[in-house]
Structures are given as structure tokens and as C-alpha cells.
């Protein structure tokens, strides 16, 4: 069973930058995927970003692009999310979780384990 507890998040204005950070419980933490998923109120649980187990390879999804690193710290149990240039259409609760099936890397179905989320609020 891995835990995972993001932190990380607050209330910023439009163009401000946030990290957020998911810390997991297991040293087999380096042996999962990883992914980065929102959901707004009223909507879906939605994919932000991805990275394999080693690092090596990451995917994000088309509204972030440019904007939002994914990047993780396998010594540290821990992986990142570099939010840059906020908008107010990226408030939402951010979800930390873990996986082995990089397939479907964009699914909520491909993650085993889900962190508690944390709020992104961001202000116009």
C-alpha cells in the first residue's frame, strides 16, 4: 500500500507560479508511474501530466503544455509539479497518483494509488 500526500498548493493570481509536491510512503515509489490529475467543481477528474517510473519519459496534457513540468526525485520518494503562468481555468483540487500501466498513462483507471489532493485556486 503506498500513501501519497500532496502539498504544495494556495491561492495565486493569474501569471503567478506554484510547485506542488507528492510525497509517497514506499521506497517502491520508484517503481511506479506517476501522474498529476485536477478536477474543478462540477467536473470530472481530469489528466494534467505524467512520468515514468524512471523520469525519463513524461507526457502532459494539451491545456498545460508549456506551462506545467512534471518531474519527480526517486531518492526522495517525492515527485513535482512546476505550475507556471497560471490561469483562473486552472483552479481545481490537484490529485497526486501512482501506477504501472503507462498505456493508459491520460486514464484515472491506469493508477492504483491516489493522494488526498490539494486546492489551486487561481484569481483573475
Known amino acids: 500500500q503506498v500513501q501519497l500526500v500532496e502539498s504544495g ?3 495565486v493570481q493569474a501569471g503567478d507560479s506554484l510547485r506542488l509536491s507528492c510525497a509517497a510512503s514506499e521506497r517502491t515509489f520508484s517503481t511506479y508511474h506517476m501522474g498529476w490529475f485536477r478536477q474543478a467543481p462540477g467536473k470530472e477528474r481530469e ?10 519519459t513524461t507526457y502532459n496534457a494539451d491545456s498545460v503544455k508549456g506551462r506545467f513540468t512534471i518531474s519527480r526525485d526517486n531518492a526522495k520518494n517525492t515527485q513535482y509539479l ?14 497526486c497518483a501512482a501506477g504501472e500501466d503507462w498505456g493508459r498513462r491520460t486514464s484515472i483507471l491506469a493508477y492504483r494509488y491516489w493522494g488526498q489532493g490539494t486546492q489551486v485556486t487561481v484569481s483573475s
Open 82 to 95: 512546476q505550475m507556471n503562468n497560471l490561469k483562473p481555468e486552472d483552479t481545481a483540487v490537484y490529485y
Open 47 to 56: 489528466f494534467v501530466a505524467a512520468i515514468s517510473w524512471s523520469g525519463s
Open 9 to 11: 498548493g494556495g491561492l
